[in-house]
């Protein structure tokens, strides 16, 4: 099952591909989290991805382009994959096409504002990598790890100025998706705003129908 996640930041996106994959035993590819471990190891990829990101801006298409590539040929994604945060561009999507036949396409849709209060709310620890969100999944102790007791940190691309320019960035260079998917009668939309398990439901009788 080759299949793509599309949603604005804190859409929920992180949340239901990680249910998506143990339901069909897939593989998790998530671009914003590969970029993240090549800033976190220093690499050249890593640094040029940096100062974009911070600012709320994308990566070049070559880059990412080449990332996911040699991903989807790794020995994980034999029963298929969900791809999360790629493609986001419809230029992105033909490319892919060139790579892959997707099955599906699944939209997550909330409103901007209800994403950017989730968005600001979320807190990682950077020791451990656990992350928590003030709104729904706090941690114990405000501002400490569960997990390690390290005092949590905000990702620099989840403040509210960042946050915004990402959302604006999605309805500019994403949205154009769902009507590109749309046409190709693979794409399969659900309401962000409901519980996270209707969600799941939603999809899933989806991607089963
Ligand atoms: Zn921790």
Do not use: W
């Not at 504002?113 to 114990?140: D, H, I």
């Not at 390690?148 to 994403?174: M, N, P, V, W, Y």
């Amino acid at each position: 099952m080759k299949l793509v996640l599309i949603g604005a930041p804190a859409a929920g996106k992180g949340t239901q591909a990680a249910r998506l994959v143990k339901h069909y035993g897939i593989a998790h590819i998530s671009t914003g989290d590969m970029l993240r471990e090549e800033v976190a190891k220093g690499t050249e990829l890593g640094k040029q991805a940096q100062s974009v990101m911070a600012a709320g801006g994308l990566v070049s298409d070559e880059l990412i382009i080449a990332i996911v590539k040699e991903r989807i040929q790794q020995d994980d994604c034999k029963n298929g994959f969900i791809l999360d945060g790629f493609p986001r561009t419809v230029v992105q999507a033909e490319k892919l096409e060139e790579m892959v036949k997707l099955d599906k396409v699944v939209y997550i849709n909330a409103p901007d504002e209800v994403m950017l209060e989730r968005l600001t709310a979320r807190q990682t620890c950077p020791k451990c990598g656990a992350t928590y969100n003030k709104l729904f999944l706090p941690s114990k102790v405000e501002g400490v790890c569960d997990v390690c007791g390290t005092a949590l940190t905000q990702r620099k691309d989840d403040t509210e100025e960042a946050g915004r320019k990402r959302i604006q960035t999605f309805h500019e260079q994403s949205e154009p998706l769902v009507g590109f998917y749309g046409e190709k009668g693979i794409l399969i939309e659900v309401d962000g705003m409901m519980p996270i398990d209707e969600i799941t439901k939603a999809i899933i009788n989806g991607l089963d129908a």
